[in-house]
DNA sequence: TTGAAAGCGCTAACAA
DNA sequence: TTGTTAGCGCTTTCAA
């Protein structure tokens, strides 16, 4: 025998399979042998046919060539990923629920960095459709961006993670203002009145979110809003928290502290020790996500749990179901949130009232 | 004009543009237009054709379609890349050198992320091979490994970030040992003598040079090595790092502790409370790695910093330069670490000798 | 330097 | 149910 089958037994580790060769071993035509393998066509060929295919596959360790199948088909099995940092303990989490349930559906997901940067998002935009994405799965948190409402606005599907944007679209939310109402009372209750919110920039919807539920929280609970209390963070890093906190501390006299996430939430940490002031003792934090190593910091933080992982899965999920149904699928889930008590919070400080 | 010229201005906003469309355009074959795209074989054509097909090409705005090249190029432009796990802050600046890096090179790299599970890395080792990569990163850190060292020995070149592996590989590696010596030198300057080693299993490569790293420096210094001083973590992680030092404290007496990695470390934090000491009064601690929130942990963690960012990028380097000469290429970097003294480490407690 | 033609591996339309 | 055929978009021979 000439070429590739003389040699099969070798050539098989070297040069590998293809669907022509799984056919002439399973002794149909290749077109067959494609719609044996195909799961969703798997009721339009005989059992026998079927059979003798897998086996055949099998036997020659063939795999798909997902290139040649996606220039036929028109469909890469890649999704774009967009996360502004994964060095944002939040993410991470998100980001396995993202690739564990792309990949129980036989989909990639091809992840990029934007470091909230409307600018590099828009150019890894441009990068992610150059591979030919089949959908794109956003958890990154600007209001305003024109390249995001364009690719909403284009043939593939998009799902927003934690973010609303002013076209809508598929998106799976947590419910932060149902964990943010319970914070708030956790501290009125701790005997706390001057509860303060660290938060951060306004060009994130989720700053909006989280500071409106603060404002219904306080309302529910009886406590008075005063405006002097809110205090924005130019990002939500533990840098910029700490430096927003300590211009609170500064001019105002504050027993408690809800910060805008855990990150700023380590920056409130820093600026408290910077004053002089102790957690809990002097003043309580709070945070929102609780991230990975939030019970880990001292004091462990008590914070408003978001389902990060699961956040991920849905998001993947509901990409899923618009890749199969189109426009027909769900449009939103909205996620449940608790708020796990720990550490950093406390009775309030007789001395601070 | 029928068809899709006819309704050009329209039909790209839909359609994609084809090399075919630019060769037409251009007036030129599209095998030409597909030369004249190709920074390689730039100097094979002449400067006009050239000229008109790039005009015509940004004009369409025409992005090549890297599924088509990928069929007959046989290369994909992906490089697969292996993680542990995210959720330790270590990899995402690693993660992130090595997005970057490859982005510049026009490659993209699918993250898979691993658990450390020898099982788990297999199978999606599988994913990617059949992804048909064109190469590899490994972060993950194994030392005996069968389904890493068949991929090694396989046509696609790979490079190892921070592991060795029984089968030689391209690596970039942190030279441990010289900032674990420095952070040595620097607990015996602050009068410790009783200097324990908190580490990991050492089915990983790092546990064991780290080790033979301490115990070199222990010698340099002039200290004694008790080997009741070394214990293992289950694991790399804060809660293994908790149980295993807090075996120690309840055995040893000991005024320094050298941990494996920060999230040891972290541990570490964890198991002096509960032992009723403080850090870095009664006991000081030194990390290694100095992931990203290692400085505001409490007290800042002193810790030997591996370049987190710079592995990550030397690595897509090395892989490129791979993918360019074939073997012909550098076989191993080494980047250089140190310490950097925060606030987890002071001078060693009288009452603890 | 350019054109012509073939074909990468797969699947979808059509025919039997 | 299965075979046949064509072609997705690109690159790379070969020939001119």
Request: proline letters at 7%; hydrophobic letters at 45%.
């Amino acid at each position: 025998m000439p070429g590739r089958g003389g040699a099969l037994s070798y050539a098989a580790c070297v040069e590998r399979p293809t669907l022509k060769d799984v056919a002439k071993a399973a002794g149909v035509h290749p077109g067959t042998a494609s719609r044996a393998l195909n799961p969703l066509l798997r009721g339009r060929i005989s059992a026998a046919t079927t059979a003798r295919v897998e086996t055949a596959a099998r036997d020659l360790g063939y795999v798909v060539d997902p290139v040649g199948r996606s220039l036929r088909s028109r469909r890469s099995g890649i999704v774009g990923v967009l996360v502004p940092d994964l060095t944002n303990p939040f993410y991470p989490p998100v980001l396995r629920g993202i690739e564990d349930e792309l990949r129980a559906h036989g989909l990639e997901g091809l992840i990029a960095t934007t470091d909230n940067d409307v600018r590099r998002e828009a150019e890894l935009i441009e990068v992610l459709k150059a591979r030919r994405c089949d959908g794109y799965v956003l958890t990154t948190a600007v209001r305003r961006d024109p390249a995001v409402e364009a690719l909403i606005g284009g043939p593939e599907p998009v799902v927003l993670v934690n973010r609303l944007a002013r076209v809508e679209a598929p998106s799976v939310v947590s419910d932060d203002a149902f964990g943010i109402a319970q914070a708030v009372r956790h501290l009125r209750e701790l005997g706390h009145a001057a509860i303060a919110h660290v938060t951060g920039p306004p060009r994130f919807s989720v700053t909006v979110e989280r500071e409106a539920a603060y404002r219904a929280a306080l309302r529910a609970e009886g406590l008075p809003h005063r405006r002097e209390l809110v205090v924005r963070a130019t990002d939500y890093t533990a840098a910029a928290g700490e430096v927003a906190c300590a211009r609170l501390l500064a001019e105002q006299r504050v027993t408690a502290v809800l910060a805008g996430n855990d990150m700023i939430a380590i920056g409130c940490y820093a600026a408290l020790e910077a004053a002089g002031l102790r957690c809990p003792d002097d003043v309580s934090v709070v945070g929102v996500n609780d991230m990975p190593l939030a019970g880990w910091l001292r004091p462990p933080l008590t914070t408003v749990a978001v389902p990060q992982h699961e956040l991920g899965t849905q998001a993947a999920r509901l990409l899923v179901a618009h890749l199969r149904d189109g426009a027909a699928a769900v449009r939103r889930v909205d996620l449940p949130t608790r708020l796990v008590v720990r550490g950093s919070t406390g009775p309030a400080a007789r001395d601070h009232h």
